[in-house]
C-alpha cells in the first residue's frame, strides 16, 4: 500500500471513527461489544478498497456507504448464525441504573423496529447529516427524502412512546 | 426556502442529543494500531482473491497438461472434465461471495447494494443446495472415471477407488437432510424480508 494511501486511511479514521461507530452502535442495538467488532469490519473494508477509489464519490459519502453496506451484510450474516448460547458468567453486583444509557438503549430498541431503509435515514439524521448528503448516500432526492422523513419521524415517536422500558420488557 | 439540515424541532433536537451522547468504542485504537490489527486479515483476503482468479486461470491449463502427459483414454478425459468443470464452478462460486462481502464500489449505493445481496441470497435459495450436490456428483464420478482408466489392468484399485467415492458422495448429500435444508431456507427467507425497503 502506498504512503498516500495509508495517510488517507489514517485520516479518514480518526476523522470518522466515531461516527461510523455510533451508525455501526444503532445497527447493533445498543451492543457496544458488537459495535466495537462492526468498527472493525468497516474499516478493513475501506483499506481493501481505499486504492480503487477514483473520487466517483467525495470520501465522506463512500465511507458512509460502506459502513451502511457492511452493517447491512452483517446484520443479515448475525441473522443467518444459530444462537450461540450465552456464556454464564458469575454474578456481578448491578450497577446503579443510568437515564440516560437507558433512554439510549430505548432509542436503539425503537430504530431496530424500524425496517432497514427508513433505520437508515433515522440514523442518519440523528448524525446530523445535511439532506443533501442523506440523499447522495442514498442515491435518492432530497426531497423525497424530505417525505419519508416526516412519516419515519412518526412512527418513531410512535415506537418510543408504546416501547416498554428495558426493566419491564426483561 | 427549505433548511439544508434535518430540522430543528424540539423532540428531534433532544433525540439528536441523545444520540450523540453514546458512549466513546471502548477500543478507541489509533489509526496505526488499528492498520497493524487489520493487516493480517486484509492480506488473507487478498490472497485468497488472488488464488481464486489463479486457480480459474490455471485450472483448465492443468487439465490440459494432465491430458497430455498421462495414457489417459477417452473415459479418463471424460473424468477429467468432470473434475474440471466441478472445481471451475465452486471456485466461481467462492470469488463471487468474495466480491459480494469485500468489493465494495465508490457509487454503490445502500440500496443498490441491498439488492446485490438480495440477488445472491436468492440464488443462494433456489440454486444453493441444487449446486452443492451437483459439485459432489460431478467431482467424485469425474474423479472415479479418471482412476477407472488410469488404474486399468489393476483391478483391486479400479473398484476401492471408485466405491470410495461412492461413499464419499452419499455421505456429503447426506450431510444435508431434508430438516437441514427446510431450516436453511426459512433463514433464507427471513434475509429477504429483511432487505424489503431498501431495494
Known amino acids: ?170 | 426556502m427549505l433548511p439544508d439540515f434535518p430540522d430543528s424541532d424540539p423532540a428531534d433536537e433532544a433525540l439528536r442529543r441523545l444520540w450523540q451522547a453514546a458512549p466513546a468504542p471502548e477500543a478507541l485504537v489509533p489509526a496505526a494500531e488499528q492498520r497493524r490489527q487489520l493487516a493480517s486479515r486484509r492480506r488473507n483476503i487478498l490472497l485468497r482473491k488472488f488464488f481464486t482468479l489463479l486457480c480459474l486461470l490455471a485450472a483448465p491449463l492443468a487439465m490440459l497438461w494432465v491430458w497430455l502427459t498421462s495414457p489417459v483414454g477417452a473415459l479418463g478425459a471424460a473424468g477429467l472434465l468432470l473434475t474440471g468443470g466441478a472445481l471451475l464452478g465452486a471456485i466461481w462460486r467462492q470469488q463471487r461471495t468474495l466480491r459480494l462481502f469485500y468489493t465494495f464500489p465508490a457509487r454503490e449505493t445502500p440500496p443498490a447494494y441491498g439488492a446485490r445481496l438480495r440477488r445472491y441470497y436468492q440464488w443462494q435459495q433456489r440454486y444453493g443446495l441444487p449446486f452443492y450436490q451437483a459439485y459432489v456428483i460431478l467431482l467424485n464420478t469425474g474423479l472415479a472415471l479418471f482412476f477407472m482408466d488410469i488404474y486399468r489392468g489393476r483391478p483391486a484399485w479400479q473398484l476401492v477407488l471408485p466405491t470410495g467415492l461412492a461413499l464419499l458422495t452419499v455421505v456429503m448429500i447426506r450431510r444435508f437432510s431434508h430438516h437441514h435444508v427446510q431450516r436453511e431456507q426459512h433463514q433464507l427467507e427471513q434475509l429477504l424480508r429483511g432487505l424489503d425497503g431498501l431495494a
Request: hydrophobic fraction near 40%.
Open chain 1, 1 to 170: 500500500m502506498s504512503a498516500a494511501t495509508t495517510a488517507l486511511f489514517d485520516e479518514l479514521y480518526q476523522s470518522h471513527q466515531r461516527r461510523v461507530w455510533r451508525l455501526c452502535l444503532g445497527y447493533c442495538g445498543g451492543d457496544t461489544e458488537q459495535a466495537d467488532d462492526l468498527l472493525q469490519e468497516v474499516f478493513l473494508r475501506v483499506w481493501l478498497n481505499l486504492d480503487r477509489f477514483r473520487h466517483e464519490a467525495a470520501l465522506s459519502t463512500w465511507l458512509y456507504r460502506i459502513t451502511v453496506n457492511t452493517c447491512l451484510q452483517w446484520v443479515r450474516q448475525t441473522k443467518r448464525r444459530p444462537d450461540t448460547p450465552v456464556p454464564v458468567l458469575p454474578e456481578q453486583p448491578a450497577p446503579p441504573p443510568d437515564p440516560q444509557a437507558a433512554q439510549l438503549a430505548r432509542l436503539h430498541r425503537a430504530l431496530g423496529q424500524l425496517p432497514e431503509a427508513d433505520r437508515l435515514l433515522m440514523m442518519l439524521v440523528l448524525d446530523e447529516q445535511p439532506y443533501a448528503r442523506i440523499a447522495d448516500i442514498c442515491d435518492q432526492t432530497e426531497g423525497n427524502i424530505r417525505v419519508r422523513l416526516h412519516r419515519i419521524r412518526q412512527r418513531l415517536t410512535q415506537l418510543l412512546h408504546h416501547l416498554p422500558d428495558e426493566d419491564d420488557a426483561a
